[in-house]
């Protein structure tokens, strides 16, 4: 029977992300949830109020230091840590088998345990199995670990085989230790980054009554992606109904993709230990308070938290005692970064509970890895450089009304110079095609993908805004709902895209994981499978034939003036064959007359679009029609009126035509069904 009575409350739909309860001796325990590490039993510049302003719930106490000094003598006199350090909520105490291990020189290790020096007087201890689990009861701590013997992640298999059936063995001895107390004892899954052991570990140790399993042996030498893909493994095969402790992990961006991989409950001395260091995590990416950029500023910390720091004191402050080495600076920015992860684990716990944690977590991954959004950390370039960031052809454009777009140097073009580029990309692209109507399953479209063809990524305004439409369905229905979205860019050049995410704090829409993905991989899928965006990189007349069948098409090169090619009638003809027999919906911000010509010469049926801004119209064209021309989906064909003024048009034909030409367009353009007498 677990001491926790733990229940699982709610596991998010896509991701293995699950929000908990369990009850301790000192009270309740919400997970996800991030325990601040109080090594000496404080954490540092910290008080115990402090932290419970800060709704910290969880402590976690290193056994080792507290066995060294104060002693457990301390602890038998004062009852325990609680009342000795005046925190009267949970605590978790290790095992001290961490440290022992990490002091290679200094330990002699063996069946029965680790015999060690002390760094304190030089003394000789010895920490077994039995002898841990009787400090952490002395301790009085409400979960206590089991001793593990710790190797690198990066041991070969033999080794970390021996070292994991010893942990088995030490953890068996540390249940039968733990006897009758009340507090509640972990296992630790070892096996560093061996698949088979892993899994061994974990079916192992869930047959022994522990009250929780933690993941050890992470965190200590491995990339970032074993780390995710053992955390991954490992859930798989812990019980669902204990807690799960990623033990030592970490960053935010850590601990986001944990609790996306299931687990409930992590530490790290990093809040606390960056704090003394100057730096500062914040919702504009991370601050260092060294750097003088804050001497005069007058704003808070961060404008999106609420805690003691932020409320009272303007950066230029917290520079000035950073700078000066004055332990005030530490408390303010310790504070703030434990109330930074606070406001993380609270929202993520949130966003599980409401079923949407998927959203949120694709929209924290970038977030959470960004540095000073507002002051970058580049290196100074000369005094009078106020030039805008260039890449290759192209540069990053300041509009009248503030915001940025990406300018091509050689042509002049400005990509979206009208409206934001996310405005527009809404306005013409996403609301006209009624996607986000699209998105859902009927009996007619049932689970096929809905495919988007992206002609002229640019700084991916259209691509993302479709992207974040599509999450904002799958917030709202959950994916049982929908149908899979597949995107596919075409484009030759990522030059647009690479600058724009080089300076995302100007390009909001590319706050996001997805850009990265696409330009890292060509390739970028959303958690729950349902979004895909592929680039398929070259000409575009190049690939066309070679991608999916289209849906709807966001027709968004250049101009015909840079990109001649595309606007004529003989490459609008090849996409409309790549398009039948589908009815597939082509949406462009140009109206003019010769690509209207050039999309009814095709084969297209031809509407009026949205006005955007100061344009009066834009167009849609299908490659047919559903039923009647005066069907209610299409009520902007154009028709007698549109054909009478290209009569009288200057540019009623393409380009270069002879005489004989220009009658055969004359008669395909006055023959076209689109304009056939209604009976
Ligand atoms: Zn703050």
Redesign the pocket.
């Given at each position: 029977m677990s001491r926790l009575s733990f229940t699982l409350e709610k596991e998010s739909p896509g991701s293995k992300a699950r929000a908990a309860r369990f009850q301790t001796a000192h009270g309740e325990v919400r997970t996800p949830v991030f325990m601040p590490v109080g090594t000496q039993a404080t954490v540092k510049n910290m008080t115990a109020e402090g932290l419970k302003a800060l709704d910290a719930q969880v402590l976690l106490a290193n056994t080792y230091h507290l066995l060294l000094r104060p002693g457990p003598e301390v602890f038998k006199k004062f009852g325990g840590i609680h009342r000795f350090m005046n925190w009267d909520r949970p605590v978790l105490t290790d095992s001290g088998g961490f440290q022992i291990f990490s002091l290679p020189e200094a330990r002699v290790m063996t069946e029965a345990g680790a015999q060690f020096r002390s760094y304190v007087d030089g003394e000789v201890h010895f920490l077994s199995p039995e002898s841990s689990i009787e400090m952490q009861r002395t301790i009085g701590s409400d979960i206590m670990m089991v001793l593990d013997q710790c190797i690198p992640s990066t041991a070969s298999h033999e080794r970390t085989e021996t070292a994991m059936h010893l942990t088995h063995r030490w953890a068996v001895r540390s249940l039968r230790a733990r006897g009758d107390s009340p507090q509640a004892l972990f296992g630790i899954v070892q096996g560093a980054c061996h698949r088979d052991l892993r899994q061994r570990s974990a079916e192992f140790l869930r047959e022994l009554p522990f009250d929780g399993l933690a993941i050890g042996g992470l965190a200590v030498g491995e990339t970032h992606e074993q780390r995710y893909a053992f955390t991954d493994l490992t859930t798989d095969h812990l019980p669902k109904y204990l807690p799960r402790y990623l033990m030592g992990v970490g960053t935010p961006i850590d601990i986001l993709e944990s609790v996306h991989r299931g687990v409930d409950m992590f530490d790290c001395i990093i809040p606390t230990q960056l704090a003394q260091r100057g730096t500062?995590f914040?919702s504009h990416g991370r601050l260092h308070f060294r750097r003088s950029v804050y001497k005069f500023s007058d704003e808070?910390?961060?404008t999106a938290?609420?805690?003691?720091?932020?409320?009272n004191h303007p950066r230029a402050y917290i520079h000035h005692l950073i700078k000066a080495d004055e332990t005030l600076g530490w408390q303010l920015l310790a504070?703030?970064n434990i109330?930074?992860y606070q406001r993380l684990m609270a929202e993520m716990r949130a966003a599980i509970l409401r079923g949407d944690f998927l959203t949120y977590y694709e929209r924290q991954r970038l977030e959470l890895v960004r540095e000073d959004g507002e002051n970058p950390p580049v290196h100074p370039a000369p005094a009078r450089a106020k030039h805008l960031p260039r890449l290759g052809d192209y540069e990053v454009q300041v509009s009248s009304k503030g915001f940025n777009s990406i300018r091509q140097i050689s042509s002049g073009e400005v990509m979206h110079s009208i409206s934001a580029p996310e405005e527009e990309a809404n306005r013409l692209y996403i609301d006209q095609s009624h996607l986000a109507a699209r998105l859902y399953r009927n009996e007619e479209s049932d689970a096929q993908p809905l495919v988007i063809w992206d002609v002229g990524l640019g700084a991916a305004s259209n691509a993302m805004a479709a992207i974040r439409c599509a999450e904002r369905e799958l917030t709202a229905a959950g994916p049982a709902a929908l149908r899979p979205l597949q995107i596919v860019s075409f484009e030759r050049d990522l030059d647009p895209l690479t600058l724009a995410a080089r300076h995302a704090s100007r390009f909001p829409h590319l706050r996001h994981g997805a850009p990265y993905g696409l330009l890292k991989e060509s390739h970028w899928n959303h958690a729950s499978g349902l979004i895909e965006w592929r680039l398929l990189r070259g000409d575009f007349l190049d690939h066309l034939e070679a991608a999916p069948a289209p849906d709807l098409i966001f027709y968004d090169p250049f101009s015909s003036k840079t990109d001649t090619a595309l606007w004529q009638t003989e490459v609008f003809a090849r996409i409309h064959r790549q398009c039948l027999p589908r009815r597939t919906e082509l949406y462009t911000y140009s109206a003019s007359t010769a690509v209207r010509v050039a999309l009814l010469l095709a084969g297209f049926f031809v509407a009026e679009g949205i006005g955007t801004g100061p344009k009066a119209t834009t167009t849609v064209a299908y490659s047919r029609l559903n039923g009647r021309r005066d069907a209610p989906d299409t009520p902007r064909l154009l028709g007698a009126t549109w054909l009478a003024r290209w009569r009288n048009s200057g540019s009623k034909y393409p380009a270069g035509l002879d005489e004989m030409q220009k009658a055969a367009v004359a008669q395909r353009i006055e023959g076209h069904p689109q304009f056939a007498p209604t009976t």
């Open positions: 500062a914040t808070p910390l961060d938290c609420n805690c003691a720091t932020c409320r504070t703030h109330a930074f």
